[in-house]
């Protein structure tokens, strides 16, 4: 589980990925690589690079048709995510409302 947390976190800590994904989870369906790479401003081979780490992280599928590459979002692999997180939040929650108890209690 920890390396799909890490492989996650990789993809979404760069801003153009993210916009890469987010365009993909707003097209609703697949888009190709030169719809893609026509919205930055940047080489095909570099926005090839970005959709390589999205897919190794799972956040978005390829499917070849002909000569052409299509991307598909996949933004429930994001529930890994959520889950880390989640688990932070009940530890953080506890624990303020432990301090909060001990406050009370020392008025």
């Known amino acids: 589980m920890q390396d799909k947390i890490t492989r996650l976190f990789k993809a979404i ?3 153009t990925r993210r916009d890469i ?3 993909l989870v707003i097209a609703t369906s697949a888009l190709s690589i030169s719809q893609i790479s026509n919205q ?4 095909r081979q570099g926005v090839t690079k970005h959709i390589k780490t999205l897919e190794e992280a799972g956040l978005l599928k390829i499917q070849i048709q002909g000569r052409e590459r299509f991307c598909l979002a996949q933004p429930n692999e994001l529930e890994a995510i959520n889950k880390w997180l989640k688990f932070y939040e009940q530890f953080w929650d506890d624990h303020l409302d432990r301090l909060g108890d001990y406050l009370d209690h020392q008025t």
């Open 13 to 15: 800590s760069d801003p």
């Open 40 to 43: 930055f401003d940047m080489t």
């Open 21 to 23: 994904f987010h365009a």
